[in-house]
């Protein structure tokens, strides 16, 4: 897609990807790399409408919407701020199509078919943690969207393997972090130890 890196936090709800996506830009922006940091649904008109409308919009049309908002998202944000030669993290990109959207009743073909056109990311993290400690997570939370309710730990965590397995077919590079007993920057760690692999 360009000069910059490209990179997708990934795992069950409840597992910190959002505040993982938060410290590892603030570990980059601290070496001195320009980062920009973005999420799917994206903030997108599109986007904004898929989150207003997830407890009604689902099956084909949530997955057909979440595509085009996907689309979209590289278009208008994610390739000009890798073009510009930026560091983009985003919480969430197609592995949560391919988890979210199978807990919706979709099989995992179609998913991939609206989905099959898009760039892979430059390294894909997969965070992972015990069925207990989301469940207590989630717990915590004033509400679950519809897809939250839906699935549990258990089957995300098991969706996610999946999806792992489907992408690496696809020649997708994807790493796993054992997030247990690690704390927001111990995580952000091991993801930074993946990405100086790559020779950043």
């Not at 990934?10 to 996506?21: L, Y």
């Not at 920009?36 to 407890?55: C, D």
């Not at 944000?77 to 969430?92: K, N, Y």
């Not at 995992?108 to 990311?121: F, G, M």
Request: with cysteine.
């Amino acid at each position: 897609m360009t000069n910059g890196l490209f990179i997708a936090v990934e795992g069950p709800n409840g597992v910190g990807k959002t505040t993982t996506a938060a410290r590892l830009a603030d570990r980059l922006r601290a070496s001195g790399s320009a980062v920009h940091v973005t999420t799917e649904p994206s903030g997108t008109a599109l986007g904004k409408l898929i989150r207003a409308t997830e407890s009604s919009l689902t099956g084909r049309a949530l997955a057909l919407a979440v595509a085009a908002d996907r689309y979209a998202h590289i278009e208008t944000e994610i390739a000009p701020a890798l073009a510009a030669g930026m560091t983009v993290i985003s919480d969430r990109y197609v592995q949560s199509s391919l988890v979210l959207q199978r807990l919706d009743g979709l099989p995992v073909r179609e998913i991939w078919h609206y989905n099959a056109h898009v760039p892979p990311a430059s390294l894909s993290f997969y965070l992972y943690h015990t069925p207990q400690v989301l469940r207590q997570r989630l717990d915590l939370r004033a509400r679950r969207s519809r897809l939250e309710a839906a699935g549990s730990p258990e089957q995300e965590i098991a969706l996610y393997e999946e999806a792992f397995a489907f992408l690496a077919a696809r020649g997708w590079r994807q790493a796993l972090i054992n997030c247990r007993g690690l704390d927001p920057d111990g995580v952000a760690t091991r993801l930074l130890r993946h990405l100086e692999q790559l020779g950043t």
